[in-house]
């Protein structure tokens, strides 16, 4: 029987169910279903005198097959090439790359190892389906290896025009190994224009007008596959009693001032700085919502250890401080500024109990953020969702308020208008980006990709 096997630098818990996040459950879902493989880095790094063994264990009928780094990978796979080169590239941050040889050999070396690893773990029917950018040549490296059914690719992230791309000195390489897979898959059109302007510019590959792609000797399958959450789940979550409780309280303490919203990791692709200067202006230019709106910034940390994300924390800091200084009173603090982690159906609640859902990314593969606002939203008085025209998201959710995240002016005038928007405005865009919502949902999204995988191997 041909099995499922998800690869993903790192693996979910089962066990946390609806507080892992819409991703981790669809994916979690199709394996239990087809009692399928899940394999990844287990997020440890080895101590002194550790083993690098591939650990098997098995939860709801799925195996979880997974390895430890030692330190000298996670610095240079994980940390160097993935998330000093890879990551920001990619966010059309050239100016916080940093080409190391070093990052570039153990990226290369890891997904060698990894697929060392997966490859005798892999049957013939088994279809093979690779998560994200730090895998982008592990498909090459299983077929070097024999595996010879289905694999497929997906990119969370976006994929930058040629022009950026081609600064990344190992660029031909990195999109030579995506043609190892029979699918590879984008958030967006853009995303997937942009790898086709490549690959027929710079690799002479032809595109035959039906989502094929054929360019190194081989036709491949290249399509965009918008990721969505499981809206419902979500939905039920931000509309429990435990929620309504959470929902009530809120209100109280905050004497029915106007909530805004933002939930981000603290990463400098979330436009986060520019959010707050934002937020501020608004306070200069309508001052009637000085001791009315408040800002609820939920920023939990990430990868600390590369040090663009401590000198945005820092920037963070000064920013939240300031305008508290500036504008606040004892009894109004105009931003709330949570740096830490918290239980997702606390999000849902904080969700359906703010006013705008402010998601202003500089550049995002899709944010699901976007998604979980929209669906947590009460129809009879729901809140307005303003973002980024630079998130995957706003191709398909074009009701929202769109903005552009480096215009402050631009995102003050936004915020002020969800905040001053008639009942009437409110309920007719939530219920079109609703409806978008449900019809893309994370199953849609898998049941998509995972159909043309199994298409094409046919
Ligand atoms: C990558 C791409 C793409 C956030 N803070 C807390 C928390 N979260 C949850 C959110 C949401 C998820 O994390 C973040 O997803 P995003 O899509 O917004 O962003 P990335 O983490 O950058 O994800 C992105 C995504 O992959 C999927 O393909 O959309 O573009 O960058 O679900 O709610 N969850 C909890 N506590 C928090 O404090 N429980």
Redo the contacts with the bound molecule.
Sequence with gaps: MSRLIVVSNRVADLEKGA?S???AVALGDALKKEHGLWFGWDGNILGNGGRLATNLREQEGVTFATTPLTREEYDNYYLGFSNNVLWPAFHYRIDLTNFETSFVQGYRKVNQRLAQALAPLVEKEDRVWVHDYHLIPLAAELRARGVEGPIGFFL??PFPPPEILQTIPEHDWLIRSLFSCDVVGF?TQGDRRNFVRYVVERAGGKEDGEGRLTAFGKTIIVQSYP?G?DAQVFRDMATSEQSDELIQRLHRRSFERSLVIG???L?Y?KGLPERLKAFRRLLELYPENRRQATLLQ?A?PTREEVEAYSEIREELEGLTGAINGAFGNFDWTPVRYIH?????DT?AALFRGSQVGLVTPLR??????AK?YVAAQDEEDPGVLVLSEF??AAEDLVEALLVNPYDIDDMAAALQRALTMSLEERQSRHAALKKRVWARDVNQWRERFLGDLVADAA
Excluded: C, S, W, Y
């Design positions: 507080q996040g819409g991703l969370h992230i958030q990721i959450i939930v981000d990791r990463d692709t939920i939990p830490r982690a918290i239980p997702r999000l995002d593969g899709m944010n699901l953020v979980e998130a995957g």
